[in-house]
């Protein structure tokens, strides 16, 4: 009837497919019209900004309406049931930025987060978002900076964290120094953004990506920048491309 089809008609509406091993559903796929986008993305404790080790962890959706710019974003996370708020920031991978939306707990699931009702953005957020300028983070009395944090990205992105330390040199570094690393590729058309943010090397003189196997050294790929706020942050210049096989590699 009209009001099903209203619902329908607003993204109310999935398909869900079960199977004996996921009795509650192995795929499913929300019924959305041509004005929709529809992204999903992980939170981890690897993506915060440093990175921390956790437990915890969270799966979160975002569905925007392109005629009016409506945004439904909701999280449900795990091991963080005394958050003690939750946010979507904007800022790049490997950066730390500034509250957009602060989001409502469910009064039925301390572990779920959603955006207010009737929250909107504009076209020049939308623009940010799509290219994958926001995240959300989630915060504890643990870890108030934000314990989980995910990157909100669209299908055609690939996120990628990990950690520096002495101990991968070739031959190993006995150092105190470590750091954490953020890599997105837009797999459309191979840009790459990279982020080095280390601790204990405040003196370092430069920073690279090398192409090389483990237990190998190699040659340089590509120099990264030295930020100008931050001297442990290191970071692909600008319109950084790669291609393909590089990607493979």
Do not use: C
């Amino acid at each position: 009837n009209a009001d099903i089809f209203a619902v329908l008609a607003s993204g109310g509406h999935y398909v869900n497919v079960h199977t004996p091993a996921n009795a509650g559903g192995e795929l499913r796929g929300q019924i959305l019209t041509s004005n929709y986008g529809f992204t999903s993305f992980k939170l981890s404790g690897d993506q915060e900004v440093p990175a921390l080790e956790s437990d915890a962890s969270g799966e979160g959706y975002a569905l925007i309406n392109m005629d009016n710019y409506a945004l439904e974003l909701l999280v449900n996370t795990m091991g963080v049931d005394d958050a003690t708020g939750a946010h979507i920031h904007t800022g790049r991978i490997g950066t730390n930025g500034d509250v957009l939306v602060a989001l409502e707990q469910s009064t039925a699931d301390a572990g779920m987060w959603m955006t207010p009702a009737n929250t909107m953005i504009n076209a020049e957020i939308f623009e940010v978002l799509a290219s994958g300028g926001h995240y959300v983070n989630v915060h504890t009395p643990a870890n108030t900076g934000g314990e989980i944090r995910g990157q909100i990205l669209t299908d055609n992105y690939q996120l990628v964290t990990f950690p520096l330390s002495g101990m991968q040199e070739v031959p190993a570094v006995d150092t105190m120094a470590s750091g954490s690393g953020y890599a997105l590729v837009n797999m459309d058309n191979y840009h790459l953004e990279l982020r080095a943010l280390t601790e204990g090397v405040s003196d370092a003189t430069a920073a690279h990506i090398h192409t090389g196997r483990i237990g190998t050294n190699g040659d340089v790929l590509a120099a990264l920048e030295q930020s100008s706020d931050n001297m442990n942050l290191w970071q692909t210049p600008e319109n950084t491309m790669i291609n393909a096989d590089i990607f493979a590699v």
